[in-house]
Nanobody
Framework: QVQLVESGGGLVQAGGSLRLSCAAS????????MGWFRQAPGKEREFVAL????????TYADSVRGRFTISRDNAKNTVYLQMNSLKPEDTAVYYC??????????????WGQGTQVTVSS
């Protein structure tokens, strides 16, 4: 069992930056692929970014590529999402997810509770 706890959300002006953190419980954090998703009001949850468990390979949604950076610190059992050049359309609840053997993008095993990010224009 893995528990995920997100933090770092808040209110920021357009063009600003935020860094989200996701702290994971469990001693096998390094064996999980980790991802970030978001859900805006009235919209479905969408994929944002992922980092693989082994080589640390990253993948991004087109809408955030070049502005967001996902990274992980296995020693701290934490995954981060650095968000720069934020836009009002980035406003959403951001969720952390983990997958042990399947695809974190399409079938994660665990979800965090979410953290709100609001970008004002």
């Amino acid at each position: 069992q893995v528990q995920l706890v997100e933090s770092g959300g808040g209110l920021v002006q357009a063009g600003g930056s935020l860094r989200l953190s996701c702290a994971a419980s469990g001693r096998t954090f390094g064996a999980y692929a980790m991802g970030w998703f978001r859900q805006a009001p009235g919209k479905e949850r969408e994929f944002v970014a992922l980092v693989s468990w082994s080589e640390g390979i990253t993948t991004y949604a087109d809408s955030v590529r070049g502005r967001f950076t996902i990274s992980r610190d296995n020693a701290k059992n934490t995954v981060y999402l650095q968000m720069n050049s934020l836009k009002p359309e980035d406003t959403a609840v951001y969720y952390c997810a983990a997958a042990r053997s399947g695809s974190v993008r399409y079938n994660p095993d665990y979800w965090g509770q979410g953290t709100q990010v609001t970008v004002s224009s």
